[in-house]
């Protein structure tokens, strides 16, 4: 095909090496203070003021004309989701239902003074009460949970006592964090990670809420293995369904998809206020079981007393802390984690920036300040924080109004919720964790982009169903670790070719029209050299150029002993032998090139073995030169003495062109015989 409109471009300039190119252009190191560095950089007070309370950066500029009315609708939208959301998350935490408006209105007052993104909606979130859930069960009193047994009187530690605990010490975890500078940990935790950590937890929230929407009795189930452990205990108690709960569960699913599905799209395109169907369900459903009774005609588990007003503050129990350090590490790196892809995702849409490492002083704090006030481990909820941006939310000001209707509603409105069935409340969990089930569509597209993430999310996915979120927490970090640390033991490398009449090289096995030069190999490698990597680097180098130095040079000496026994006695019959061993020699190599443009990093160790594979090659005649490596390595090579004022010092060009013209031009000076090189 005949190229067209190509354009053209023709330098002249000197070969360059590094050594040249520093002396030409006044090459200066950078001056550096190691302990200046270590040293956080002078900021004013006003400055650090501002970065640790945003509020005091964006509350004066707030524009009270345009952005309060907007920001009271999309405060009233999330208030009236908070209010059956919370509850339904608190029962998934197997907490009192109250705590769920607790959380909406705490933490949001202390993230809207700490917090950067403007849409998150701080609070109640399934994975961490999820989370939250499974250390109650396992250090909470059992007697709190037998609600058939009157006669029982708990006396070990309450269901709030270790959600408060928990809150306390992921939050300090949080602020530790913080103060270390970590908020880049979040990194280690990749978005296959994360979506097949959401995924399997959204099914296993499913199966945990089945015995609360068929209205079984179950005892309450912890330690590893919860969802087999649960579906086993619902198939052998499958014939006391309550079908009274049942017959509730299943129109309250169908009423409020119906309304997702088909009513929601309708309303979208005339109003960006989504339908209450959670609330209208909630009060319509609770209006229905006060009156029809159906806690004692049919046996509906309903949630029972609701205190009202606001809970006094007061310290959590610091004796339960040390029983849930697992717990609360998970805790603290899991909310984070959610916290910041939300918020991140936010600020995109937003075009706006968000802080990591301040998101973790908002979240430690908003944990540490919650679990004085009767809340649980907080998070940011996507579906929440999704439509307070869809409905026009400018800023954290809707924050401010969640928390004053819900304290409204606390203090007047929450003992009408007494008669709510639970089984409610689980249909709420399972219709807004629709979409996060269907997520697993995800994998198929993830294992042909690639295996390996294929596989982490398959890992993370199956551990986190069938085994526990810890489990699944730490496989996923493992396996990412592990596929890091694969490809860096499996990097790119090849054989460089010239596009004739350019100073362009491309990898010969891919691009036929790449050609080699004669007595020069070209060798490409893309990662990083270090002491882990560098037999893999030096066992890539022999396959390519295909020799292997060190096997070259026995030869090459075996070759001489016989071509020395042939001159001493003609009648020797070594000369088959000779013939076997030139085969498999290389005299035409004379130049290695290696190109460092894609080379990230060099230690000490490698750059010794560097200095080995030089003085191997040497000694067959063959010359190393090192091209395309950045200015920092080339300080690393002068530290390690590869690069030196000597006459034996390793030569380093600008580019791979500089190197292979510099070698051409080498091997056309006449030799010592009068033969070129």
Not at 290 to 300: D, I, M
Request: net charge neutral; hydrophobic share 45%.
């Amino acid at each position: 095909m005949e190229r067209e409109n190509v354009v053209e471009i023709s330098i002249q300039r000197p070969l360059y090496d590094y050594e040249q190119v520093r002396k030409n252009f006044q090459y200066e190191e950078p001056k550096k203070n190691f302990f200046a560095q270590l040293l956080p950089k002078k900021v004013s007070l006003k400055d650090l003021a501002l970065k640790t309370f945003p509020v005091l950066e964006w509350l004066p500029k707030y524009q009270w004309k345009t952005e309060l009315m907007a920001d009271l609708i999309a405060g009233y939208t999330i208030a009236v989701m908070n209010i059956p959301q919370g509850m339904a998350y608190a029962l998934l935490a197997n907490c009192p239902a109250v705590v769920g408006i607790y959380m909406a209105i705490f933490p949001p007052l202390v993230y809207f003074v700490f917090g950067t993104c403007k849409q998150a909606s701080v609070g109640s979130f399934a994975i961490t009460c999820l989370l939250t859930g499974k250390a109650v069960l396992e250090h909470a009193d059992p007697a709190y949970f037998d609600t058939t047994d009157t006669d029982v009187t708990p006396t070990g530690y309450s269901p709030l006592q270790i959600g408060c605990a928990l809150s306390l010490l992921s939050g300090f975890i949080q602020l530790l964090m913080y103060c270390l500078r970590l908020g880049a940990v979040s990194a280690l935790l990749s978005d296959v990670l994360v979506k097949a950590f959401v995924c399997g937890s959204a099914y296993q929230i499913v199966i945990t809420q089945i015995k609360d929407l068929v209205g079984i009795h179950m005892p309450k189930i912890s330690g590893n293995f919860l969802t087999i452990k649960t579906l086993k205990v619902i198939f052998d108690d499958i014939q006391d369904v309550n079908y009274a709960a049942l017959i509730i569960s299943v129109t309250a699913i169908l009423v409020m998809l119906f309304n997702n599905e088909y009513l929601k799209p309708i309303v979208a395109k005339k109003s960006s206020v989504p339908i209450p169907i959670e609330l209208i369900v909630v009060i319509i459903v609770t209006l229905i079981s006060r009156y029809a009774r159906f806690n004692e005609k049919y046996g509906v588990k309903i949630i029972g007393d609701i205190p009202t007003g606001l809970p006094e503050p007061s310290f959590p129990d610091f004796d339960v802390v040390p029983k849930i350090i697992t717990d609360g590490i998970s805790m603290s790196i899991v909310s984070y984690a959610l916290l910041v892809s939300v918020a991140l995702m936010l600020a995109q849409k937003g075009n706006y920036e968000v802080d990591p490492n301040q998101e973790l002083l908002a979240l430690g704090l908003s944990n540490v300040i919650g679990s004085c006030f009767s809340c649980i481990p907080t998070c940011s909820s996507l579906t929440r924080s999704v439509i307070q941006e869809v409905v026009g939310g400018k800023t954290q000001m809707v924050s401010i109004v969640v928390s004053l209707i819900l304290t409204i509603t606390l203090l007047w409105i929450a003992p009408f919720f007494e008669a709510l069935p639970k089984s409610i409340l689980a249909c709420i969990i399972v219709v807004s964790l629709k979409n996060t089930l269907t997520q697993i569509k995800d994998f198929v597209k993830i294992w042909k982009l690639s295996k390996i993430d294929g596989m982490v999310w398959l890992s993370t996915f199956i551990a986190v169903v069938f085994v526990s979120m810890e489990v699944a927490l730490m496989v996923g970090l493992a396996l990412s670790l592990f596929c890091i640390l694969l490809l860096n033991f499996k990097p790119y490398s090849c054989i460089l070719g010239s596009i004739p009449h350019t100073d362009v090289y491309l990898d010969t096995e891919r691009y036929k029209g790449a050609v080699d030069i004669r007595g020069i190999k070209i060798f490409h490698y893309c990662g990083g050299m270090n002491f882990a990597s560098k037999n893999i680097y030096k066992n890539n180098l022999y396959d390519k150029i295909g020799m292997n130095p060190q096997r070259e040079l026995i030869y090459r000496r075996k070759l001489d002993k016989l071509e020395g026994e042939m001159k001493n006695d003609t009648s020797s019959k070594n000369g088959e032998k000779i013939l076997k061993l030139k085969e498999k020699l290389n005299f035409d190599l004379k130049y290695v090139i290696l190109d460092f443009s894609s080379v990230s990093g060099l230690d000490p160790c490698t750059a010794d073995m560097l200095q080995n594979e030089i003085t191997t090659f040497r000694k067959l005649g063959i010359t190393i030169y090192i091209a395309a490596c950045s200015g920092e390595m080339y300080n690393t090579l002068r530290k390690c003495r590869l690069v030196n004022d000597g006459k034996d010092s390793l030569m380093v060009f600008l580019t791979v062109h500089d190197a292979v013209q510099t070698a051409v031009n080498k091997m056309r000076e006449p030799s010592v015989d009068g033969a070129t090189r």
